[in-house]
Nanobody
């Protein structure tokens, strides 16, 4: 599956952004779709994921109650709604997908085989 991430931008502290991850080539059915982020000089880290078939969601502790992840089956797209953004949320955000992610590895970038190109999110203080 090919992934296209979009929706990033430059916002102020406290603002919201919605990132989109659109699939092409095949549907997201049976996939786990995850969002990761990477700030300059730091490792790529898990943000959130959704199991497409069940709709079950998973979040990193640092984004709980601020970010939500959802899907639109008709559009074959996963969304990451980010509210109350903070300067430390500044990073390139990537979406990733796999049909073979096991629960214990859902937060690991190496569990995902397909990656989008990334979208920059910058939060100014």
């Amino acid at each position: 599956v090919q992934l296209q991430a979009s929706g990033g931008g430059l916002v102020q502290t406290g603002a919201s952004l919605r990132l989109s991850c659109a699939a092409s080539g095949r549907t997201f059915r049976s996939h786990t779709v995850g969002w990761f982020r990477q700030a300059p000089g730091k490792e790529r880290e898990f943000v959130a994921a959704i199991a497409w078939n069940s709709g079950r969601t998973y979040f990193a502790d640092f984004v709980k109650d601020r970010f939500t992840i959802s899907k639109d089956s008709a559009k074959n797209t996963v969304f990451l709604q980010m509210n109350n953004l903070k300067p430390e949320d500044t990073a390139v955000y990537y979406c990733a997908a796999s049909t073979t992610v096991i629960l214990s590895a859902i937060r690991s970038p190496t569990a995902y085989g397909s990656w989008g190109q990334g979208t920059q999110v910058t939060v100014s203080s």
